[in-house]
């Protein structure tokens, strides 16, 4: 007997700086995306100092959902999809974050929005902070690292919960809010806090500080959430890559253990409502002098999420390093893993993508075991997809079986966690429906979608829509609520 849930909320995911463009329109400020450059693969991505003509910002533009949007949702419409995950652009709300009144034209667009998703009977799951700080914050009052950015947050949260109560009824913080713990260079501070004044030697006490005031700001906008609209859901959004031990050396898995302390104590905050004691060991040890006070501390307690989000898209093996019992993360990453921290060594049984991410099926069903073991509450697997070049034929056509392949074993692996290991799952947003910018690299070439935009890395094309041959292969599945496999 099939277990698989039949409300099962099967969708796609977005962000709202990658997908609808019209930066500067209906009253929206600069946002921290706003001053990143196009970067490629291996090429990171520049920040600038403001918006420089001449520069090319992939994001001005992406890929003009903002007009588009209604025929956009139509399509996910037709897919099928249950869900459709995005987030708010704080900018659009409170244009410089410390504004006096949001914007009406900001808050007016989302409502269509998400009328718009209604109509096509797809429930809105929304992030409320996914890598776009207002840029004034970054500039003014340098982010997350200054305690006055938690009543902004606050307050953005407040007035999005009061408008669209009863349109939204999942919510979450921050995106990927552990990020920031796991890579060794300042680019994840700046997208998750837009802590722009880092200094080299203070960076990681900085990036705990603001990791922290986002953990608090998160508490408080989960217990607004609950006064305002008691009957939707918020919860928390984790970056989470597996970590294997390398061998079965003993000395391996510790250094597991504490990597993964490192990369997912942001979780116990979320899900417990408290930072767990290995963290302030951590800190000490370090003489970092981090403020978090007890009223904070209670904040923090009452702030406990009702799910939790995460990504996954691939796993990492680490060993352990005699000579570094405390690694420092803030050290090179190596080649070929992406932004990885320096305990991080290739696994030989995993092949990698184009982009140098390793791909790993099954590290999905040990996620959603990790995260339900631990946390025992529901758990939603908010992206997970597969960047890759793709051909189109003379005929306009797009063979993209490698990312049936790669989805359908990752959906293979959860329909496991779901029905043989009893883990409760809410859903299951793809990363990402249609293509759109990378966050990581500004590309347009690096294609997650079933949708195909015409649109190249040097910003080329007419901007047209049309289904890939995944498109038809997921509209089956979520169809058949996943027996299709194809
Ligand atoms: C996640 C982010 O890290 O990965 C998304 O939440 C991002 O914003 C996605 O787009 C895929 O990464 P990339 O760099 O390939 O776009």
């Given at each position: 007997m099939s277990h698989f849930p039949k409300d099962f909320l099967w969708g796609g995911a977005?962000?709202?700086?990658?997908?609808?463009?019209?930066?500067?329109?209906?009253?929206?400020?600069?946002?921290?995306?706003?001053?990143?450059?196009?970067?490629?693969?291996?090429?990171?991505?520049r920040i600038t100092n403001g918006v420089i003509p001449g520069e090319n910002y992939p994001n001005h533009e992406g890929i003009d959902f903002y007009h588009h949007y209604r025929d956009d949702i139509k399509l996910f419409g037709e897919l099928g999809m249950k869900a459709f995950r995005t987030s708010i652009a704080w900018t659009r709300i409170f244009p410089?974050?410390?504004?006096?009144e949001p914007c009406e034209e900001g808050l007016a667009f989302y409502d269509d929005m998400f009328d718009a998703c209604h109509e096509q009977g797809i429930e809105p799951v929304i992030t409320l902070q996914h890598f776009e700080m207002p840029y004034h914050l970054a500039t003014e009052y340098n982010g997350f690292a200054d305690k006055r950015c938690i009543d902004f947050f606050e307050r953005f949260a407040r007035v999005c919960f009061e408008r669209y109560k009863g349109k939204v009824k999942y919510w979450m913080t921050f995106n990927e809010i552990n990020n920031q713990a796991a890579a060794p260079i300042a680019h994840h501070m700046l997208q998750e806090g837009a802590v722009l004044n880092i200094d080299k030697d203070n960076a990681e006490q900085l990036m705990y500080q603001a990791?922290?005031?986002?953990?608090?700001?998160?508490?408080?906008?989960?217990?607004?959430?609950?006064e305002i609209d008691p009957d939707a859901m918020i919860g928390c959004m984790i970056a989470f890559c597996p970590l294997y031990a390398a061998t079965c050396n003993p000395k391996d898995q510790i250094e597991k253990t504490w990597a993964d302390h490192k990369r997912y104590w942001y979780c116990d905050v979320h899900a417990k409502g408290r930072v767990p004691q290995y963290m302030f060991r951590y800190w000490e040890r370090m003489g970092f002098n981090i403020d978090l006070s007890e009223e904070e501390i209670a904040v923090l307690k009452q702030g406990?999420?009702?799910?939790?989000?995460?990504?996954?898209y691939m796993s990492f093996a680490v060993a352990a390093r005699d000579?570094?019992?405390?690694?420092?993360?803030y050290e090179a990453g190596i080649p070929g893993v992406g932004e990885a921290a320096n305990d991080i060594v290739p696994n030989e049984?995993?092949?990698?993508?184009?982009?140098g991410w390793p791909i790993d099926p099954l590290g999905l069903r040990y996620a959603l075991n990790w995260f339900y073991e631990r946390y025992d509450q529901p758990l939603m697997i908010v992206e997970n997809g597969f960047g890759a070049y793709d051909k189109v034929e003379a005929d306009g056509s797009i063979d993209d079986s490698y990312r049936i392949d790669y989805l359908r074993e990752h959906i293979r692996a959860m329909i496991d966690a779901v029905e043989k290991d009893g883990v409760d799952l809410l859903g299951y947003?793809?990363?990402?429906?249609?293509?759109?910018?990378?966050?990581?690299?500004?590309?347009?070439?690096k294609r997650y979608g079933f949708?195909?935009?015409?649109?190249?890395?040097?910003?080329?094309?007419?901007?047209?829509?049309?289904?890939?041959k995944s498109f038809y292969w997921y509209q089956r599945l979520i169809a058949t609520n996943g027996a299709d496999l194809g």
């Open positions: 977005v962000a709202a700086h990658q997908l609808e463009g019209g930066w500067d329109q209906g009253g929206k400020g600069i946002s921290i995306a706003d001053v990143m450059t196009a970067g490629g693969n291996g090429i990171p991505r410089n974050g410390d504004d006096a990791s922290v005031n986002e953990l608090i700001a998160s508490a408080k906008a989960v217990k607004a959430c609950h406990v999420v009702d799910y939790i989000g995460f990504s996954y000579d570094n019992p405390d690694f420092n993360f049984y995993l092949k990698v993508s184009d982009w947003t793809m990363w990402a429906p249609i293509d759109i910018v990378s966050a990581s690299s500004g590309e347009m070439d949708i195909f935009v015409d649109k190249n890395n040097a910003g080329e094309g007419t901007l047209a829509r049309s289904r890939k």
